[in-house]
């Protein structure tokens, strides 16, 4: 048995898949056996000071000695670690992947918003999906939002914003990024009509588990703007106890619900399809791919 294993260290939390592959009527797949989240929310330092504090850091790499440690009793053959926007934007990203390179022996990739969204569409959800429609995957994240557009299951355009969670939260999105980001879907997406939209990340999991909606049907926009006004007529403290959300869900959720419905509006799109993927998912496709495919 093969057993691959992802880290995605993302400016909310740091993530550990662990996956079997195997082989079935000729194609390679995947089975999940572990997956460990840590909620470091590195985003809060850097994109607040463009700096990762001496806590933080060594809370990272006491992280990465306890994955590393997981993988060697799994037997982990390969493995695949990505940093995203928020080593991205710290001073200090390098240094700290030189501090786990020394003590865990572990390599880890500070990846640009390209390649991060390479990783998520590694997943190919838009191969499940009706190949005639035109859909917007939508992925966000604590500090950037990487959009792309698939028209007959081809990627056409994609680009990665500086909007996020966890940047939102921080007060550091921008109202300029926000108009670039307005301006790029509307004309990459204003040539098509009957778009529907593709959401991953762990808040939109999250609000399509709170919507009840069987799994494999779409999420309508009424729906998700229903969850929204709810969520929002709740404190903080109220999300946490009366709705039962993790103290790391309860704020980002609110910021996240935001992204999804306004990119809907402006592009007019009336229901988005929830995969249940992510990026630790598309990181264990990737390697498929690179090693046996």
């Known amino acids: 048995m093969l057993r691959y294993a992802a880290i995605d260290i993302g400016s909310n939390a740091v993530r550990l898949l662990i996956a ?10 995947y089975k999940k056996t572990t997956l460990i989240r840590v909620p470091l929310r590195l985003g809060d330092d850097a ?14 790499v006491k992280t990465m000695m306890a994955f590393k440690n997981l993988m060697d009793v799994y037997h982990v053959s390969e493995y695949l670690a990505c940093a995203t926007s928020a080593m991205r934007e710290a001073s200090n ?16 990739e500070i990846i640009e918003g390209q390649r991060e969204a ?11 999906l009706d190949e005639n429609k ?3 995957y939508i992925d966000v994240g604590g500090g950037s939002t990487e959009l792309s557009v698939f028209v007959k299951g081809v990627p056409e355009a994609s680009r990665s914003f500086n909007i996020g969670t966890i940047r939102m939260l921080d007060n550091q999105d921008k109202e300029e990024t926000w108009d670039e980001m307005k301006d790029w879907v509307k004309e990459q997406t204003k040539a ?13 999991n999250k609000l399509f588990r709170m919507s009840d909606e069987k799994d494999g049907a779409p999420l309508s926009l ?39 419905l306004t990119l809907m509006k402006w592009t007019g799109i009336k229901q988005i ?6 990026m630790a998912d598309g990181i264990i496709k990737l390697l498929i791919e690179e090693k046996l495919d």
């Open 47 to 60: 994109f607040l000071d463009q700096y990762i504090s001496e806590k933080k850091a060594g809370d990272l």
């Open 134 to 136: 035109t859909y917007l």
């Open 118 to 128: 390479n990783i998520i569409y590694a997943n190919h959800i838009e191969e499940d």
């Open 93 to 108: 990203g390098q240094d700290i992947v030189k501090v786990i390179k020394e003590k865990t022996d572990l390599t880890l």
């Open 222 to 260: 009424q729906k998700l703007n229903a969850l929204y006004n709810k969520l929002t007529s709740y404190s903080l403290k109220e999300r946490i106890n009366t709705l039962g959300l993790n103290t790391d869900r309860a704020d980002v959720i609110i910021p996240a619900c935001e992204i999804y």
């Open 192 to 204: 098509y009509k009957n778009l529907a939209a593709i959401g991953t990340g762990g808040n939109i």
């Open 20 to 29: 079997d592959i195997s082989r079935q009527d000729g194609k390679y797949k």
């Open 273 to 278: 399809f929830v995969p249940k993927v992510g």
